[in-house]
């Protein structure tokens, strides 16, 4: 299957580099790329992708703003947020819109490609000093024991879950844990389902502390 992604970018460099990016992974095409929220909401809706890789500072309306409006017309579409600084109260804003996945701008290309891949097959992908930002604003306000469907994870989706808290990405997990990427992604997708979760940080919530 090849993935439809929208690029939502400014700069007009990042966008071509964006682009280039996403027609190189092989398994994704390129089918709109925006400079601003409102060429985006213009091209996005018949360009049908199944991923955007939304910039959070843009010209007029702000990426934030360009996702919610997205989500409310089009809900399927799964956006990846992509930014140059690791603002947790931006990050909160972007997810609180509807964004799914959080990634530094700087972040190198084939985590950015690995994110599309990811959010499209149902994670939450975050950059590794993002995602910790994210689990230490939960850990200093959730209850701090697990909620008793963590007991129904196996030793193994426990460790991937610890992983995931920890900020660490599905490559990551796969070379500390010696095994494949896919493999990770069952585990996740087993953890999910069994916590009757949705994103990594609801996970996280169900597991309260490290």
């Known amino acids: 299957m090849t993935l439809r992604v929208a690029i939502v970018e400014d700069d007009d460099r990042l966008r071509e580099e964006f682009a280039r990016l996403v027609g190189s992974a092989g398994d994704m095409v390129c089918v709109s790329a925006s400079g601003s929220a409102e060429a985006a909401l213009a091209a996005i809706p018949a360009a049908a992708p199944d991923v955007v890789l939304m910039d959070v500072n843009l010209p007029g309306a702000n990426g934030i703003e360009c996702t919610r409006r997205l989500k409310e017309s089009r809900p399927a ?31 190198p290309g084939l985590q950015i490609v690995e994110a599309i891949r990811e959010v499209h097959a149902g994670g939450s992908p975050m950059s590794s000093a993002i995602a910790r930002k994210v689990v230490s604003f ?49 585990h996740v997708k087993h953890v999910y389902e069994k916590l009757q979760v949705n994103t990594r940080l609801d996970a996280v919530r169900k597991l309260g502390q490290l």
Do not use: C, W
């Open 77 to 107: 579409i799964q956006v990846v947020m992509l930014t140059s600084f690791e603002s947790t109260d931006t990050v909160f804003e972007a997810l609180a819109a509807g964004a799914t996945g959080y990634v530094l701008k700087r972040a």
């Open 138 to 186: 939960f850990v200093q306000r959730v209850d701090r024991r697990p909620a008793p469907e963590v007991d129904r994870l196996s030793d193994r989706e426990h460790a991937v879950l610890a992983a995931l808290a920890q900020g660490q990405q599905y490559k990551e997990i796969a070379d500390a844990l010696g095994i494949s990427i896919n493999t990770v992604r069952n």
